[in-house]
């Protein structure tokens, strides 16, 4: 009987693991947030412009790493409920720049207080001081991964 080689085995993967958790969070966010109007991606780009302010089209669709023409249509539909608003750049007349309206910030937060129970659920089996420390961990990968993405240091 031949024994197999010894390979270096490479330090736990967590991409798979990462992936599930989302998967379970996008399926229990999707139901919180159907009753009120909005889906996850209209939540990350509230959530965008109210952390960064206010932003051009062509910049946002940097940040959301989505192609321009599908940020046209989640911004028409965040739009249409007057979640946001566009107007033309006064620094560059091709430019359009799209700001948090009122009514956004409060849909915002009250998404982010349904939300609230959605994560209890998913992350029960961890301590408040471990969950801190995924949030922690999952900022620093996101602004790293950001970082890179973003051709323009402004952005990021």
Do not use: W
């Not at 915002?108 to 994560?119: D, N």
Request: net charge neutral.
């Amino acid at each position: 009987m031949s024994s197999l080689p010894v390979v270096n085995q490479p330090p736990h993967r967590s991409g798979a693991l990462i992936d599930h958790v989302a998967r379970r969070l996008r399926l229990r966010s999707e139901t919180v947030l159907a009753p009120l109007g909005i889906r996850p991606r209209h939540l990350i780009a509230l959530t965008v412009l109210r952390d960064h302010g206010e932003s051009s089209q062509q910049d946002l669709a940097k940040i959301l790493e989505m192609d321009g023409t599908n940020v046209v249509g989640l911004l028409n539909d965040l739009e249409a409920e007057n979640l946001v608003e566009r107007r033309r750049s006064t620094a560059d007349r091709r430019r359009h720049v799209v700001e948090l309206t009122g009514v956004g910030a409060k849909l915002l937060a009250r998404a982010e207080f349904a939300l609230t129970a959605v994560e209890d659920e998913v992350f029960s089996a961890l301590s408040d001081d471990q969950r801190e420390t995924l949030y922690e961990l999952l900022q620093q990968a996101t602004r790293k991964s950001a970082a890179e993405a973003c051709r323009e240091p402004r952005i990021c």
